[in-house]
């Protein structure tokens, strides 16, 4: 059964992007290594700081509306009750020099 993801990405300076994406790993590597032009490249937004799991894209789609249209306060408060320390949850995906189309998100 296909994953997908509600996701949210951070700079240093706490600048926030949320997405939704079926292969996160992919998308996140897209993000960190400036692949895809756009408000990630801009901001240099290459920290996974929250992300949430469903096998139902439009429950993911409206997931990521809803929390696009949060103020940032909550958005925080998200982020900070899985992630206390805003630390980058994809750590480590990406160390053993694997081509990053050959990953795949873990069910």
């Given at each position: 059964?296909?994953?997908?993801?509600?996701?949210?990405?951070?700079?240093?300076?706490?600048?926030?992007?949320?997405?939704?994406?079926?292969?996160?790993?992919?998308?996140?590597?897209?993000?960190?290594?400036?692949?895809?032009?756009?408000?990630?490249?801009?901001?240099?937004?290459?920290?996974l700081v929250w992300y949430e799991e469903t096998n139902d894209v439009q429950a993911a789609i409206a997931v990521e509306k809803r929390i696009k249209g949060w103020r940032r306060e909550k958005k925080v408060a998200l982020i900070e009750a899985k992630n206390p320390g805003w630390e980058d949850l994809s750590r480590g995906w990406y160390g053993d020099g694997r081509d990053p189309s050959s990953l795949r998100s873990s069910g």
């Open positions: 059964m296909k994953t997908y993801h509600v996701y949210i990405m951070a700079n240093r300076s706490g600048t926030l992007y949320t997405g939704v994406t079926g292969d996160l790993q992919r998308r996140v590597y897209e993000h960190k290594h400036k692949l895809v032009p756009g408000f990630t490249q801009r901001y240099n937004i290459d920290r």
